[in-house]
Nanobody, 126 residues
Framework: QVQLVESGGGLVQAGGSLRLSCAAS????????MGWFRQAPGKEREFVAA????????DYLDSVKGRFTISRDNAKNMVYLQMNSLKPADTARYYC???????????????????WGQGTQVTVSS
């Protein structure tokens, strides 16, 4: 079992930045890929970013490429999502996710993730 707790969300103006954090407990995340997903009201959950277990590869939703950066600190059992140049379209609840399989790539598919946090709300005003 792993527990995930997100933090760092809030209200920001368009063009601003936020850094989301995901604290993992219950197991080390060092051998696991990690992902960030988001869900806006009335919309399905969508992939945002993922990092492979090694940290050597990442993947991003096209609309956030060049603006968002996912990173991990295995020593602290943490994953981060740096979000710059935020747009109103980025408004959503953001979730951290961890898979059950080890040594994964930067997976986009939510079905590959077993553990989810409660999420943190990001609201971008125009």
């Amino acid at each position: 079992q792993v527990q995930l707790v997100e933090s760092g969300g809030g209200l920001v103006q368009a063009g601003g930045s936020l850094r989301l954090s995901c604290a993992a407990s219950g197991r080390t995340i060092s051998n696991y890929a990690m992902g960030w997903f988001r869900q806006a009201p009335g919309k399905e959950r969508e992939f945002v970013a993922a990092v492979a277990w090694s940290g050597g590869s990442t993947d991003y939703l096209d609309s956030v490429k060049g603006r968002f950066t996912i990173s991990r600190d295995n020593a602290k059992n943490m994953v981060y999502l740096q979000m710059n140049s935020l747009k109103p379209a980025d408004t959503a609840r953001y979730y951290c996710a961890a898979p059950i399989l080890t040594y994964g790539r930067a997976w986009r598919e939510s079905r590959l993730y077993r553990y989810w946090g409660q999420g943190t709300q990001v609201t971008v005003s125009s």
